[in-house]
């Protein structure tokens, strides 16, 4: 708003500026030519007095009567006293005025030889008349001189004429006067000479010459005056004694009274210096009205250019007013629009439900609500074009939410496929490691289980991109070292993961297991796949209370610190779903799993190198474990178990004590490989805490399917056995005595891999059991195959019954 007024009136008062400038600067002028005009008057004044101190002073020097020096002396004492006048009017000359640097200078010079030159007079030694009348004559000159330059500059003609008119009176005296010195001169001299009779020629010429510029030059009432000075008896006097002048001739002698000729002229000059007192008055009035009237003009021009100023100001500041008021409530709506309800709106677009809005009615409904706009100007129109851009905004963001709606549901559907096949090639996998008894080719299906479990991953992480979860439906808690385990087991380099110190007190809470592991799964993988490939990645968990710390670290190059705080703001927000999205793939769904599960990740640099990715899991997602679920057991589950535990269905298991063989396996249980290197599971292990209740407790005491069958197998048997149970012996026994040594296998040696290598068919039992129906009680068909299945591999390789009849 201050712009808005400051500008019109710094545009009002810049021109009024310069239109009081240019009038103050008239109304000096007028002012500086009633000063010039003032020091003309009264240098025509002293130019009269001069003209009759030259009479005086050659009257006596030519006769030289005593009345004629005390007729100086008054001449003299009357040009004081009009040089005195003059001078303090110079005084009051401003500077830089037009006649002050040639005229004033010269005049100033002048009136100071007055002295010697009035002193010559008096002594009348070396004294000329001639020379006399000439230092007057150049005087009196310059004074007229004077006169003539106050005209210039002058704007105003009737000033300008005026001034003139005043400069030809004098003149005019100037040549009465000389003609008086002249006339003077030849009486004195007896007769006229050739020369005086010149210069009373010269004289009447000027006197005729300056009449004529004067009536010119005068106004009528001015030339009315010069004809009331011009008549009466002392004019026709002087006229008879000017042509009996003309009349002589050049060496005849001038038959004049010179008292005569003097007082007629005299009274001439005198009449003339009083027309030029009238006509200096009335220039000198027209001066002052002049300057009184630009005086006035310019304290109008003062008064209407604040006026003006005044009303620039309120007319501004009224407009200003209003525009900022508009503008005002377009920048608070526009904020508002911009800050509040855009963004509401794209947060609402980011909700998954976003996929069924219509992008031009959603635009539409936003643009009623985002600005009002008021009047067709150009804030108006500014109006306009926010809504505009609002609605455009809104439309290209509900676009983007469809875009990535169905972005996301192309990947929820493509992974789903592809889960599908995987599982299928899962299960072709387990059927054939079923079978299977070559080490090597044992070895190269555990490879290609992994791999087909790491694709496995990929198709989670894309359902992850693509909001939804990817947790199975669990009854169980797991304890944080299997989740760790079967984290590890769904990397490719699991070899070079070290499980450190794992607190087995917690467990993960069942809802969220799948989710824990795959985060933890990518955070190792990155940690394996960025490190050399002779290092190790250690794995760590501990319980601090309210929370679980689990720390990744590996013995990579590590990460420059920028780039480090880039990747953990891409941790903690992670982005929307993009081509670099998928790209960087494992980070964002590190990112989106941690916001979904409320835990933090970031990432920190080693304490000698490599980086150290730490996660921190919240209480929510946790358990805490009694101490007979976490307590140390000789064995480590492999990778088989890890993963059965966590990647498959959760179904009841019994455990079993160590060297004994376990009674149920899950089904579709997979071996995978060690996620250690230097031999069989047996010779690196790590306590590790069960899933499922132990054998021991409660829970277990209660008869299983399990129990029941092998049960009825027992009683089948037992039913065809005669005699006494301790004697009783039969050709199968050699088979049951091999059977039981299953569980102290022999190793031959080990693979290039470590895996241990052992003897095809060596423990096989021949002969089976076939177990019976049960027809009069319901159980469950999925808990029956799982128990069944556990219970047929181990009889699958069995040879062929030897007993003949």
Avoid: C
């Amino acid at each position: 708003m201050r712009l808005i007024v400051a500008a019109p009136l710094v545009a009002v008062m810049g021109f009024a500026g310069l239109a009081l400038t240019e009038s103050a600067r008239q109304t000096a002028r007028a002012s500086d030519l009633g000063q010039l005009a003032q020091l003309g008057a009264e240098a025509g004044g002293l130019a009269h007095r001069l003209q009759y101190e030259r009479i005086v002073a050659a009257d006596l020097l030519t006769r030289g009567a005593p009345d004629q020096q005390d007729a100086f002396a008054d001449a003299t004492t009357a040009t004081d006293a009009a040089v005195a006048g003059y001078r303090r009017q110079r005084a009051r000359v401003p500077a830089g005025a037009a006649a002050e640097q040639a005229v004033l200078p010269r005049i100033d010079a002048a009136l100071a030889n007055l002295a010697p030159l009035r002193a010559q007079v008096r002594t009348a030694e070396r004294a000329s008349v001639s020379a006399m009348t000439f230092s007057y004559r150049i005087v009196i000159a310059d004074l007229l001189g004077l006169r003539e330059s106050v005209t210039l500059g002058v704007v105003e003609p009737r000033i300008a004429d005026g001034i003139r008119a005043s400069a030809a009176l004098s003149k005019v005296a100037e040549a009465v006067g000389q003609q008086q010195v002249a006339v003077l001169r030849a009486v004195t001299a007896g007769q006229v000479t050739p020369a005086l009779q010149q210069d009373i020629t010269a004289a009447r010429t000027g006197v005729t010459e300056a009449s004529l510029a004067f009536q010119a030059l005068a106004r009528p009432a001015w030339q009315g005056w010069w004809e009331q000075a011009g008549s009466g008896e002392n004019a026709l006097r002087l006229q008879r004694l000017l042509d009996q002048v003309a009349r002589t001739a050049a060496g005849d002698r001038l038959e004049l009274d010179l008292g005569t000729w003097l007082t007629a002229t005299q009274q001439w000059a005198v009449r003339l210096a009083e027309l030029r007192l009238r006509v200096d008055g009335a220039v000198l009035d027209d001066i002052r009205a002049a300057h009184a009237d630009q005086r006035r003009r310019t304290v109008v021009e003062a008064a209407a250019a604040l006026l003006a100023l005044l009303l620039t100001a309120l007319v501004t500041w009224a407009v200003a007013r209003q525009i900022t008021r508009r503008l005002r409530r377009l920048r608070d709506a526009a904020n508002a629009v911009a800050f509040e309800r855009l963004p509401q709106v794209v947060a609402r677009l980011q909700e998954p439900d976003s996929a069924s809005v219509d992008p031009d009615d959603l635009a539409r409904r936003q643009a009623v609500d985002a600005l009002e706009v008021s009047g067709d100007d150009e804030i108006g129109e500014v109006g306009q074009a926010f809504n505009a851009v609002h609605r455009a905004a809104v439309r290209t963001a509900a676009e983007q939410a469809v875009m990535r709606a169905n972005t996301a549901e192309i990947f929820i559907h493509l992974s789903r496929r592809e889960q599908r096949l995987v599982d299928a090639v899962l299960a072709q996998v387990d059927r054939v490691e079923r079978d299977e008894t070559d080490p090597d080719r044992l070895h190269q299906l555990y490879a290609l289980d992994n791999l087909a479990t790491r694709m496995g991953r990929i198709n989670a992480s894309l359902l992850v991109l693509g909001g939804v979860g990817v947790g199975r439906v669990r009854h169980h808690d797991v304890p944080l070292p299997q989740v760790l385990q079967a984290a590890q087991s769904q990397i490719e380099h699991y070899a070079r993961i070290r499980l450190g110190l794992v607190d087995g007190d917690v467990a993960v809470a069942a809802e969220s297991v799948d989710e824990v592991v795959h985060l933890l799964a990518e955070l190792m993988e990155n940690a394996t796949g960025y490190s050399p490939p002779a290092t190790e990645a250690w794995v760590t968990g501990r319980s601090l209370g309210d929370r679980v710390i689990v720390q990744i670290s590996d013995e990579g190059v590590g990460l420059p610190p920028l780039r480090r705080q880039q990747l953990n703001d891409l941790l903690a927000q992670p982005p929307a779903i993009d081509v670099a999205t998928v790209r960087a793939m494992g980070l964002v769904v590190v990112g989106q799993l941690a916001t979904r599960l409320g835990a933090a990740v970031q990432l920190r640099s080693g304490p000698r190198r490599g980086t150290i990715a730490e996660v921190a899991l919240p209480a929510a997602l946790l358990r805490p474990l009694p101490p007979e679920e976490f307590l140390l057991t000789p064995e480590r589950p492999s990778r088989r178990a890890a993963r059965a535990t966590v990647a498959s269905p959760v179904v009841p298991a019994t455990v079993v004590p160590a060297g004994a063989r376990p009674a149920v396996a899950p089904a579709g249980a997979r071996p995978a490989p060690q996620p250690w290197a230097g031999g069989p599971a047996a010779d690196r292990a790590l306590p590790v805490a069960p899933v499922f209740q132990p054998a021991s407790s409660a829970a277990a005491d209660a008869p299983t399917e399990e129990l029941i069958i092998f049960d009825q197998v027992n009683h089948w048997f037992q039913a065809d056995r005669p005699g006494d149970a301790a004697s009783w012996a039969g050709p199968a026994d050699d088979a049951w005595r091999t059977a039981a040594r299953a569980d102290e296998p022999r190793v031959a040696g080990t693979t290039t891999s470590g895996l241990p290598r052992r003897q095809p068919q060596e423990h096989l039992v021949p002969g089976g059991v076939p177990a019976p129906r049960q027809a009069t009680e319901h159980r469950d068909p999925a808990r029956v195959a799982t128990a069944m299945a556990a219970y047929a591999r181990g009889v699958a390789g069995r040879r062929t019954n030897l007993i003949t009849n």
